[in-house]
């Protein structure tokens, strides 16, 4: 079936700098990608939704110029955690379905999450 | 978006049946009912989704009323591995549109 997949699976930075996750989807095309954020034992939050080829869409509360989202090609999409401070811990999880499959009913595809911790 | 409300948490034991319900009163005439399970540290992988009565595959089973404000997510002889957080979503089924994501069930299985 179709992969998302995403890298690292694990990172430590120390507070201030960046870091920058990638999600791939790899045997299919997605124009449209979604970034998600998850604390410990609560639900994933939806943080933005990447278009490939022009800007994010942000979510109410999600700082556009901490989280930055490139979305260069139809299978790749970015997430750069930005002067991360301890706060911003927590794991990070892309989506995207199959374009080729628009208007019909798919499932969504999750990459295997970024737990990144600032110290 | 249909909201939904799920168990926060249920146990049980291996090799029995488990059902899960999810109420969504608000779902619309569009909307498709999805279930989706997430291990820990993982992201979450979908398990079946349905528009109406029942849908069957190799992992689960979904039922659902005729007048769809709820479902039941059904988990024949769980094991072990079925462990996990069990989350409901309804909503139109577009590739452009995020899903959201509600509490979902904390299903704990013991031996």
């Known amino acids: 079936g179709a992969v998302v997949s995403q890298h690292p699976s694990r990172v430590i930075c120390k507070s201030g700098t960046s870091v920058k996750i990638e999600c791939r989807s790899l045997d299919f095309q997605a124009t449209t990608m979604f970034w998600y954020r998850q604390f410990p034992k609560q639900s994933l939050m939806l943080m933005a939704t990447s278009n490939e080829g022009s800007k994010a869409t942000y979510e109410q509360g999600v700082e556009k110029d901490k989280f930055l989202i490139n979305h260069a090609s139809l299978t790749l999409s970015t997430l750069t955690v930005t002067s991360a401070h301890p706060e911003d811990s927590s794991f990070y999880i892309c989506?995207?379905?199959?374009?080729?499959?628009?208007?019909?009913?798919?499932?969504?595809?999750f990459g295997q999450g970024t737990r990144l911790t600032v110290v | 978006l249909a909201k939904t409300t799920q168990p926060i948490s249920m146990d049980s034991y291996e090799g029995q049946e488990v059902n899960i319900t999810c109420s969504h009163n608000n779902i619309a005439t569009n909307d498709y009912i999805t279930w989706y399970q997430q291990f820990p540290s993982q992201g979450p992988r979908f398990i079946i989704q349905g528009y109406k009565t029942k849908v069957t595959n190799e992992v689960a089973s979904l039922f659902i009323p005729a007048d769809r404000k709820s479902s039941t997510l059904s988990l024949p002889r769980v094991s072990l591995s079925d462990t996990a957080v069990y989350y409901c979503l309804v909503g139109e089924d577009t590739g452009r549109r995020a899903l959201t994501f509600g509490s979902g069930t904390r299903l704990q299985v013991q031996p």
């Open positions: 989506s995207a379905r199959d374009d080729d499959l628009q208007g019909r009913n798919t499932e969504a595809f």
